[in-house]
């Protein structure tokens, strides 16, 4: 962290881990759950506090390693035939929406509002598709994608 300017020592520095590499971060004054940062920075992005957040990043849609390799298994397949690279994108989208979609269902999602942060939170293709699944709006926007880390900034505050 000194390099880039910050002194952890400081008195007023708070050090906030999250994700899944929280527990190999010994210097932190607090680690919190990723979820957990995106839900609170969704609630200060979106001013709201009764709200479905839905974070799909990195890996944040668990899907089993064994989905994971048939997945690519299909992908390689098609691009093997020659199908469209959007064709593909199109269909990788769809089935992290399907995915998000049945996770949501054991959740009574969608009754209320419906908020999209991560590293997706710009395709519209996701958010459209979403909203279609789940019957309900779904609220985004480019600084959802810092939902996270302002969550995670507000956990700091509090320390």
């Not at 906030?16 to 839900?39: F, L, N, Q």
């Not at 769809?94 to 908020?115: L, P, R, T, Y």
């Not at 519209?124 to 900034?153: D, F, H, N």
Request: glycine content about 12%; hydrophobic content about 40%.
């Amino acid at each position: 962290m000194e390099y880039i300017g910050i002194d952890i020592g400081s008195a007023c520095a708070k050090v906030v881990a999250t994700g899944y590499g929280r527990v190999s971060v010994p210097y932190a004054d607090k680690t919190v759950t990723e979820i957990t940062c995106h839900a609170r920075g969704a609630v200060w992005l979106h001013k709201k506090k009764d709200m479905t957040v839905i974070d799909i990043g990195g890996q944040d849609v668990k899907i089993s390693s064994m989905c994971t390799v048939f997945a690519e298994s299909e992908v390689i397949s098609l691009i093997g035939q020659g199908e469209k690279k959007e064709n593909i994108a199109f269909a990788v989208v769809n089935s992290i929406a399907d995915k998000v979609v049945s996770q949501c269902s054991k959740m009574n999602v969608g009754a209320g509002e419906v908020f999209l942060t991560g590293g997706l939170c710009e395709c519209g293709y996701l958010q459209e598709i979403l909203e279609q699944k789940l019957g309900s709006p779904v609220l985004t926007g480019p600084e959802c994608r810092y939902a996270g880390a302002i969550g995670a900034a507000l956990c700091g505050r509090n320390i």
